[in-house]
């Protein structure tokens, strides 16, 4: 009987309660989108660093995993690397960002197909010039390009797009790696190595004598550095202190809009809060009208904002394929779902308890 | 007539308006047997319904005592008050207060809910509701039905659950001529065939002429009792 009166109400304000709806959803989408991107781009980061095919990473002193910067160590690093046993490839690059999230990457294309097994190309081909750029497809979507356009403006200069790539190795944009350097005023200078050994048996040989050799760099296999692209150990947990914020937001958004719209609820009913009170209604009788009330916004709130989430991440993918990428987080729709609902139990709290305080006299009384 | 169902002993009730003592009943005596029809009429701020809030478990007296089937509710908790109204007693308004997203069955329905009786009413209660005429309006919400109908629904709300007393204030307050008669003989009705206890405000002397018995108030007080009509004799 609760249900169907629950029920009969949210229908005779059905504004109030899709408004409510809506508001209530559109935090849900909120944290699931930031989830959904921060996990999204890092496991697209890690995707395209194991694209590379390289069995170790070495990166400069003072490098977190996902930012590098400049290109501080010597090219001629290489051909030491190369000299060590067990070494089959030592393959050097050099990394600028052109945005906040996208990077270029100067490569010496021979050293890179030899590791990686070369990109497969969509349309054009490798370099044939120093101003050529290879991209991949998201890249070349996001910016409308095609094999022969030029990319204007990128690092004060035109460049010719040799090639579109498929996704998935390393980078976005690549250029010819002498250029880069020389460009940027680092030549002869790389941003990291990539090694592959000769067997994987002795990946951990090499490991372990590379650290010995470069005792200041972050030297490590690619399965443990891909593993490091998580949400605690981004920027030294930076992005799992902002999703958590934005979770606290998603709290205080529930509760002030169920709270807003249960108040009006409240006001707009105590006629008929006082004829239930009339029939013996008892205090928690009303208190868990009100809270059923708020759940079912609640709920409806979290299936639109999950749904909203999809219809965010479709934009995202038709407009910036590039630069972000929205993971799908099935894991956190009931983590949403559950940040949505507490906020509006603890929004319906005090006008249900207003309500159930009301006198049944006063509450007849009102027109 | 049997023994006093309920008692009313010298019964004042203050109401507190800003920083002023307003006295709404000053010293009521009343004795209502089981199943008597009782019109209570008398002006407007004469204390009728603050006399029935109080029999009704809506608001506590100030002083005095009521007893109810021998129970005494005047220092009823809130919890109390609330029992009291859920098992003994049915209230019709002027305004019939039914809700209005709720169908006229469904309103019938919550009462009992709210009494912890889920099971639908008893076979009988389809004659009472028959004898409303409001057996095929169940399932209309209030706004599709005249005043005199959802007059009837409260009132097949009201004594759902089997109230030793249904309290009437003003029922045909709202009401045309032809409705207010109709309301009042279903009234009667339920009174004779089902000795159902009534107690109603009214302003209007031929509606107050449907009870066995009309007591008169004034300022606070009972100031003419025992006018006994003769549909009682």
Same mark, same amino acid.
């Given at each position: 009987m609760i249900a169907k009166l629950v029920l009969e109400n949210l229908k005779h304000k059905p504004m109030r309660s899709l408004l409510s709806v809506f508001l209530i959803a559109v935090p849900v989408t909120l944290i699931l989108c930031l989830v959904g991107l921060s996990h999204g781009m890092l496991e697209d980061s890690a995707r395209r660093m194991r694209g590379i095919g390289a069995d170790i990473i070495v990166r400069p002193p003072g490098t977190s995993v996902l930012t590098l910067s400049? *290109?501080?160590?010597?090219?001629k690093m290489l051909s030491v690397l190369q000299q060590q046993s067990h070494v089959a490839l030592a393959v050097g690059m050099m990394v600028h960002p052109i945005t906040s999230v996208t990077y270029v990457t100067g490569l010496d294309l021979h050293s890179f197909n030899q590791i990686s097994g070369g990109f497969k190309y969509l349309e054009g081909g490798p370099f044939r010039g120093p101003d050529d750029a290879i991209i991949d497809q998201y890249y070349a979507r996001q910016n409308r390009l095609h094999a022969g356009d030029r990319i204007n403006g990128m690092l004060n200069r035109s460049w010719h797009v040799s090639g579109v790539v498929e996704s998935g190795?390393?980078?976005?944009v690549a250029v010819p790696i002498r250029t880069l350097q020389d460009l940027t005023g680092n030549t002869g200078k790389i941003s990291q190595l990539f090694i592959k050994a000769d *067997?994987? *048996?002795n990946i951990p040989t090499v490991l372990a004598e590379l650290k010995q050799l470069l005792p200041d760099y972050n030297i490590y296999t690619m399965e443990e550095f891909t593993s490091l692209f998580t949400v605690d150990t981004v920027q030294g947990g930076a992005l799992r202190n902002f999703i958590d914020v934005m979770i606290a937001i998603g709290v205080v958004i529930g509760f002030a809009v169920v709270l807003l719209s249960m108040y009006m609820a409240v006001l707009q009913r105590t006629r008929e809060i006082g004829i239930l009170k009339a029939l013996g209604a008892s205090r928690w009788f009303i208190l868990k009208i009100i809270l059923a009330e708020a759940a079912v916004l609640g709920i409806g709130g979290a299936i639109v904002g999950i749904a909203l989430s999809f219809a965010a991440r479709a934009l995202i993918q038709a407009l910036y394929p590039a630069s972000l990428t929205q993971a799908v987080t099935p894991e956190w729709w009931p983590i949403a779902a559950g940040i949505s609902l507490v906020g509006v139990l603890l929004g319906a709290l005090y006008p249900g308890l207003s309500a159930a305080r009301l006198d049944p006299i006063e509450a007849l009384a009102y027109e | 007539m049997s023994e006093p169902l309920i008692e009313i002993r010298e019964l004042h009730k203050i109401y507190r308006v800003g920083k002023v003592d307003v006295p709404a009943l000053r010293g009521v005596d009343l004795e209502v047997p089981a199943g008597e029809f009782l019109a209570i009429v008398g002006p407007s701020g004469s204390g009728k319904s603050t006399l029935f809030h109080i029999i009704g478990g809506l608001t506590p007296p100030s002083a005095g005592s009521v007893r109810i089937g021998g129970q005494d509710?005047?220092?009823?908790t809130d919890a109390g008050r609330t029992s009291l109204r859920k098992d003994k007693v049915g209230f019709v308004f002027q305004k019939f207060n039914l809700l209005p997203n709720l169908t006229a069955g469904d309103n019938i329905a919550i009462a009992r809910h709210i009494a912890g009786r889920e099971q639908k009413p008893e076979p009988e209660f389809e004659e009472v509701l028959k004898l409303l005429g409001i057996s095929n309006r169940l399932d209309h919400k209030p706004a599709a039905l005249s005043g005199g109908e959802q007059q009837r629904v409260a009132m097949a709300r009201a004594i759902v659950n089997h109230p030793a007393i249904l309290l009437a204030d003003e029922?045909?307050?709202?009401?045309?001529s032809e409705n207010s008669t109709a309301v009042l003989e279903v009234m009667r009705d339920l009174n004779r065939r089902l000795g159902q206890t009534i107690l109603m405000i009214t302003h209007n002397p031929e509606a107050a002429a449907f009870g066995h018995r009309t007591v008169r108030m004034r300022d606070g007080r009972i100031v003419l009792s025992d006018q006994v009509h003769e549909n009682l004799l």
């Open positions: 400049g *290109a501080p160590i010597p090219e190795k390393l980078t976005r *067997a994987p *048996a | 509710i005047s220092s009823l029922p045909t307050g709202n009401l045309d």
